[in-house]
């Protein structure tokens, strides 16, 4: 990088615009006509100063001003409610309250973007008129229109947008289009149960997945239910060809319903690991072989008894069945589940066994290789699940981001809204704000349980499942940055405890506010059906987690008991991608995946560079050209940067160079606090099946009830371009070798 | 040695272990066209201004018959010539990837251009367009520079085998397609043609390890030969530089006309020296031009990805993985 700063990060904003469109070669005096101009030369100088993305953010934030034109909040609503944008309801709140509104509205809010994360509000997130594509909303604007699209008094329409003005709490991105739009559909996520083996069920399911995504939501669906390949189809006397060409046709169907332009339609599928097609499933995202049997647009999960990795573990044999045979082992977890399977299998109906570590290890290569094939665990979801105390309520399956877990059946179509809170938000220079961070989550319970009466559903189903249970999921996001501030890495016993204490906060503090809503509203219709209703709450699962509150949570089991529960589910820790980028944090409970990274979105390409770092390697002089570009070279890795000292090498370490059993005992210590699950990336720069399964089985072990994609990193890379020093052939060969020939001793993988 | 005549078939012991390994992460790097989703692109392409879809439909023309000039550069002189087999391991890998690429701008190319009349313009462009005739030109002259040799027995033969390499490795592959990127990005740094840029995403990383291979074939000529290696040789790539430049530059002007927003011909010259003096770098050679790198979003492109999947496909994974399942390894 050899830009030059063209003028301070700190100076006016007339005088940077000036600067940044000099340097365009333009004509001062077309300011603000060429301000695009000066904008992208401000974002292009991240590179080499941080802070430059603030500025790149407030000379955007001045063109979507103008974009906008003059008149408040109220105008604006009343202008996207002509083009028939707003729904009637919220138009009447706002125009009955326009003055007290518009007070609320504070535009100086604005300067706390960073430049990628104002860059997604205007692209996706503002309202545009349906004609000239011209954003109708300021962001301050986008903020109280989500605030009011959930409020029922300006008081509360104050409170909501406070929260999200500071960047302290987002709604989930289906919420942030939606809320007070004609169709509030304000869910992020569906989560259906496997098609009755049916050919009617089956096209019925394609029906419902394609009404469901096209207003914005993720979709998971398991297909545990439909025969496998050879199996005999009845009333032709022909042999079915498994479930591969249904799945084909859901990936067609997925990818044909793009959600407005805004996102791609996604969906994943669940298959329990007994199914017959177990292998060819496995397969559907490999990119050789015959393409008539690959799913390009789906993602894929297994669905996993414990019975499966005790197998493993035994190295014993594993036995496949055909659902038809076997068509209760998809309503049975736990002990049940485990008779019921060794009963077939003495029955004989297995269609063919093979060794368990077999299978597994053909799992381990499908995430390897595809990233796919989440391993999720269907004893411990149905276990620790609030839904599951009545037999014949089953978890079945995870959604898109494998953070829920919902009981579903043919009626009913599980449904999450989410919100997550930027835990960076809440930290000062001496740690967590531990009261304002309870009070962030009060509002946001309150919120989320709002948006089950506000939404729109898409099917009967989910609206069923969602009136009946109420289930919300609270998330967080920006530990890495609280982690960062604090100066704690990441596999420290301190992240490890603070991180739980963060947990238990939440959840105890979200407990007690369902109980309130209870109390003002009721329990929810399904409360009695519960396990909270036979005075079991989720931490109970855990007799050995030691919370820190062991006094509140008395306090909150005796309220419980009295009033009931709102919500049937109240925490998940959702992957926050599109939602972090907006507060400007780190990615839900993730690290760093590295100090230096671009961002590939629809908006474009954006550098992220670590600012804590940068900040730390300025206040010991090293922010250097020569520093920055070795930064670079290492593809965001300062480990082997030798200027750098110690303290910041461990501190500033990437998601491939951190212990990954660090990840799973952070996210088992605060497993006991989240009824739902997380969304948990694991990463491995070099996979080999051997560290795959044992981290796996770790996993599995350390009682987490979900995992995510296993991230891995291309073979070889490109040649930098705009770096002057050549790569060395040497240092070439060295870099493949690390990655290829020896991932057991290599130490930069570690 | 590497260039002695031949048709060595030895691969234990094996001499050059680093083009084997080259061999081997580049299967782990196989893609397929199917992953690509072009469509995405369609409501771009409408929305563009006259002079970017000249751009883009200049774009098209050009990647419509450059990988396969480079396909038969490596078939015609390259295999035969390089006597090792682990070398020609690679070479068959490259043929596969180049085959890939041009199957990825045939399906480009048929998703952009509907009309069949317009697909025929679109290959006839390398005879018809001056800017990609030239280019084209300039290809065929280096590849017909070896079209007498059976084998390299003298210095003159080996020299003229090596300006061969360095031509396609640093003029076609890393000048030419590296400008060509260079408009594809800058068209996604505009939020323009997503499917196209995720595309040469893999093109570039697949071009970045060619490029590497024939350097490393070269240092590795240089080790055993360093005779061949003088000021005359350096003299001679720096002139086949700067042709390849002007035959680039021509292409830019003709591609940027008046200028576009952020990307002008003057630009991209500059850029295109940047480049060539990086190529000179790698081959141990001073720098023609000292020029900087104007282009800003090229910059990006140096740094790890990290996509959205709600949004792209990310592309960052292996194939190949070994071992077996064991339950007590340290991660």
């Keep these: 990088m050899t830009q030059e700063l063209i003028a301070p990060p700190d100076a006016g904003i007339e005088e940077i615009e000036r600067a940044c469109a000099g340097l365009a070669g333009v004509d001062p005096r077309r300011l603000p006509a060429e301000r695009e101009a000066a904008i992208a030369q401000a974002a292009a100088l991240v590179a080499a100063e941080p802070a430059y993305s603030m500025v790149a953010a407030r000379l955007l934030a001045r063109q979507v001003a103008e974009e906008v034109g003059e008149g408040g909040f109220a105008a604006s609503v009343e202008a996207a409610h002509a083009e028939g944008l707003i729904n009637e309801d919220m138009a009447r709140f706002v125009a009955a309250h326009a003055r007290e509104l518009d007070a609320l509205v504070d535009h100086g809010a604005d300067d706390r973007f960073t430049y990628f994360g104002l860059r997604t509000v205007y692209d996706r997130y503002l309202l545009r008129h349906p004609r000239s594509r011209q954003v109708l909303e300021r962001p301050q604007y986008f903020f109280l229109r989500v605030a009011c699209g959930l409020a029922e008094s300006v008081a509360e329409a104050a409170e909501l947008y406070g929260l999200m003005s500071s960047l302290s709490y987002l709604p989930s991105s289906p919420t942030l289009f939606n809320s007070g739009a004609a169709r509030p559909q304000l869910s992020s996520c569906f989560l259906l149960d496997s098609p009755r083996d049916e050919l009617e069920a089956i096209y019925e399911r394609y029906g419902q997945v394609a009404r469901l995504s096209k207003y914005a939501g993720g979709i998971g669906i398991s297909w545990s239910r439909v025969r496998s390949r050879g199996s005999l189809i009845r009333g032709t006397n022909g042999h079915s060809n498994g479930i591969v060409p249904w799945l084909r046709t859901l990936d067609a169907s997925v990818a044909a319903v793009n959600q407005g332009g805004r996102r791609q339609g996604a969906a994943c599928v669940y298959l329990e690991t007994w199914h017959a097609d177990i292998e060819e499933f496995l397969e559907l995202r490999d990119n050789t072989g015959e393409d008539a049997r690959r799913t390009h647009n789906l993602s894929l999960a297994n669905w996993v008894p414990d019975e499966f990795m005790r197998r493993v573990e035994a190295d014993a044999d594993w036995s496949l069945f055909d659902p038809k045979d076997v068509p209760e082992l998809v309503d049975l977890w736990g002990e049940e589940f485990d008779a019921a399977y060794r009963a077939a299998e003495a029955a004989g109906k297995a269609a063919h066994s093979l060794p368990a570590r077999r299978l597994y290890g053909r799992m381990m290569r499908t995430l390897a290789e595809t990233g796919n094939g989440w391993m999720t665990f269907k004893d411990a979801a149905n276990r620790t699940c609030n839904q599951t105390a009545e037999p014949g309520n089953v978890v079945h399956l995870s959604n898109l981001c494998t953070e829920i877990l919902q009981v579903t059946d043919d009626d009913q179509t599980a449904v999450c809204n989410l919100g997550s809170i930027n835990l960076a938000a809440h930290t000062g220079p001496e740690g967590m704000d531990w009261a304002r961070l309870r009070a962030t989550v009060r509002t946001a319970v309150r919120f989320l349980d709002r948006t089950i009466d506000r939404g729109f559903y898409p099917t009967p189903e989910a609206a069923a499942a969602n009136t009946a249970w109420r289930p919300v999921g609270l998330g967080v996001m920006g530990l890495a940055d609280v982690l960062f501030r604090l100066r704690l890495p990441f596999d420290s016993p301190q992240a490890l405890e603070l991180s739980t204490r963060i947990a238990e906060e939440i959840a105890l503090t979200a407990y007690g506010t369902s109980a309130d809503l209870a109390r003002e509203h009721g329990p929810h219709p399904a409360y009695q059906r519960t396990r909270a209703a036979r005075g079991v709450l989720h931490l109970d699962h855990w007799p050995d987690a030691r919370p820190h509150h062991p006094g509140e949570w008395t306090q909150v089991r005796r309220k419980v008991a009295e009033t009931g529960l709102r919500n049937s589910l109240l925490i998940a820790i959702a992957p926050t991608a599109t939602i972090a980028s907006i507060a400007g944090c780190y990615e839900c409970v993730e690290p760093q995946v590295s100090n230096l990274f671009k961002r590939e979105t629809l908006s474009g390409e954006f550098l992220q560079l670590n600012s804590y770092l940068v900040a730390d390697l300025k206040t010991r002089g090293l922010w250097t050209p020569q520093i920055r570009d070795a930064i670079k070279r290492a593809d965001g890795s300062v480990q082997d940067i030798a200027e750098i000292p110690e303290d910041l090498r461990a501190l500033y370490r990437t998601a491939w160079e951190l212990p990954q059993k660090a990840l799973i005992d952070l996210a088992a210590a605060r497993t006991p606090y989240i009824d739902q699950s997380q969304s948990l990336n694991l990463f491995m720069a070099a996979p080999t099946i051997g560290k795959l399964s044992s981290m796996y089985a770790y996993a599995w072990r350390s009682g987490l009830k979900t995992t995510y994609y296993l991230r891995s990193r291309p073979a070889t890379r490109i040649a930098q371009t705009t770096l002057t020093q050549a790569v060395t052939p040497e240092a070439a060969s060295e870099a493949v070798m690390c990655s290829l020939e020896n991932p057991e001793i290599c130490e930069a993988c570690q | ?331």
């Excluded at chain 2, 782990?28 to 690509?36: A, L, M, Q, S």
């Excluded at chain 2, 396609?168 to 800058?186: H, N, P, R, S, T």
């Excluded at chain 2, 003096?277 to 031009?289: F, I, K, T, V």
Aim: charged fraction near 25%; include cysteine.
């Design chain 2, 1 to 331: 040695m590497l260039l002695d005549p031949g048709m060595n078939l030895t691969l234990r012991p094996m001499r050059y272990p680093a083009f084997y390994d080259r061999y081997r992460a580049a299967i782990r790097n196989t893609w397929t066209v199917e992953e690509v989703d072009l469509h995405s692109d369609l409501a771009d392409l409408a929305r563009l201004t006259p002079a970017e879809l000249h751009l883009v439909n200049r774009l098209v023309a050009f990647f419509a018959t450059g990988d396969t000039i480079v396909a038969n550069n490596l078939v015609l002189n390259l295999y035969k010539h390089l006597n090792a087999p682990e070398a020609r391991l690679y070479l068959s890998r490259q043929v596969f990837e180049e085959a890939v690429h041009v199957q990825f701008y045939l399906t480009l190319l048929d998703t952009y251009l509907p009309d069949h009349t317009e697909r025929a313009k679109a290959f006839a462009a390398v005879d018809n367009i001056p800017a990609i005739r030239d280019k084209a030109e300039f290809c065929f002259r280096w590849i017909d520079s070896l079209g007498d040799l059976d084998e390299l027995r003298t210095r003159h033969d080996r020299r003229a085998f090596l300006l061969n390499l360095i031509c396609f490795a640093a003029c076609i592959e890393g000048l030419f397609f590296y400008g060509a990127f260079a408009y594809v990005y800058w068209l996604r740094s505009r939020g323009l043609l997503n499917g196209l840029a995720s595309g040469t995403n893999w093109v570039f990383r697949d071009e970045s390890m060619h490029m590497e291979f024939a350097f490393s074939v070269v240092d590795t000529v240089r080790a055993e030969e360093p005779d061949l290696f003088d000021d005359a040789l350096t003299g001679q790539v720096t002139r086949m530089m700067e042709e390849a430049v002007a035959a680039e530059l021509a292409f830019a002007r003709d591609l940027c006309g008046d200028g576009l927003p952020g990307l002008s011909a003057e630009d991209m010259r500059a850029y295109l020296e940047y480049v060539a003096d990086q190529r000179l770098a790698r081959l141990d050679m001073p720098a023609r031009y000292g020029t900087a790198n104007p282009l800003a979003f090229m910059e990006l492109q140096d740094v790890q990805e990290l996509s959205n999947f709600f949004e792209r496909r990310v592309s960052a994974y292996q194939i190949g993985v070994e071992g077996t399942v064991t339950l007590d390894e340290t991660f």
